[in-house]
């Protein structure tokens, strides 16, 4: 069955700096791929994703990119501020989001200094 | 927020005692799923349903039982409660919006077993 690695564990910035997370997945047949923020004591929101047709995205100061024959995806979160402090997971899945069957990886811990 | 309630928010209980975790949606979609979070394991899928009635396994279903009797209900199941089912649960749903799916969390709900 897929396999998420998610790296690293933990990020720690400066405010305004960019932070970046990197996931590699295992099924080649995956192509829904979706990352969410979780704060502490939160749901998990997501926050972007992207699909295996396309190669990135962008929203306002993050963006996603996929590598689908590397088999790997990245969130890049640009000019991060102290409220992006969270615990960021990514996940896969190859149902393209329609039906459930996410694949998590085990989260990344963002800490943003002031 | 997708119209999704889980209830409790809080339970302990004790060992070998059966729980029982709800979750409700108010929009009539057709997934709902459950997922438990651990440290150092992200959110792995417990148990999902793709219809009333109709449910499948997930990575991590034993010693777990699902039933949806309504759309809107998914029930989660501890038939004998052990301290290692002690977690956060979160309910999910798919939700389609402009011919796209996403994944929406509800609140959660920590489930100690003492």
């Known amino acids: 069955g897929e396999n998420v690695e998610q790296h690293p564990s933990t990020l720690s910035v400066q405010e305004g700096d960019s932070a970046v997370i990197k996931c590699t997945y295992s099924?080649?047949?995956?192509?829904?791929f979706p990352w969410y923020k979780q704060e502490l004591g939160k749901r998990p929101q997501l926050i972007i994703d992207i699909r295996s047709n396309v190669g990135e995205k962008k929203d306002q100061r993050i963006a996603v990119t996929l590598n689908k024959t590397a088999k790997h995806f990245s969130l890049h979160i640009t000019e991060t501020q102290p409220e992006d402090s969270a615990v960021y997971f990514c996940?896969?899945?190859?149902?393209?989001?329609?039906?459930?069957?996410?694949?998590f990886g085990k989260g990344t811990k963002l800490s943003v200094k002031p | 927020d997708a119209g999704i309630t889980q209830s409790p928010r809080h339970k302990v209980t004790e060992t070998g005692t059966p729980v029982t975790l709800r979750c409700h949606q108010t929009e009539n979609h057709r997934y709902m799923y459950w997922y438990r979070q651990d440290p150092g394991h992200g959110l792995r899928l417990i148990h999902y349903s793709y219809g009333v009635k109709d449910t499948d396994k997930g990575e991590v279903s034993d010693g777990y039982s699902v039933s949806r009797s309504k759309t809107e209900d998914f029930l989660l199941t501890l038939e004998s409660a052990t301290s290692s089912q002690t977690s956060v649960y979160f309910c999910a749903i798919t939700v389609s919006r402009g011919g796209t799916y996403e994944q929406y969390f509800g609140p959660g709900t920590r489930l100690t077993v003492t």
């Open positions: 099924d080649s047949a995956s192509n829904y």
């Open positions: 996940a896969a899945s190859r149902y393209g989001g329609s039906q459930g069957n996410l694949i």
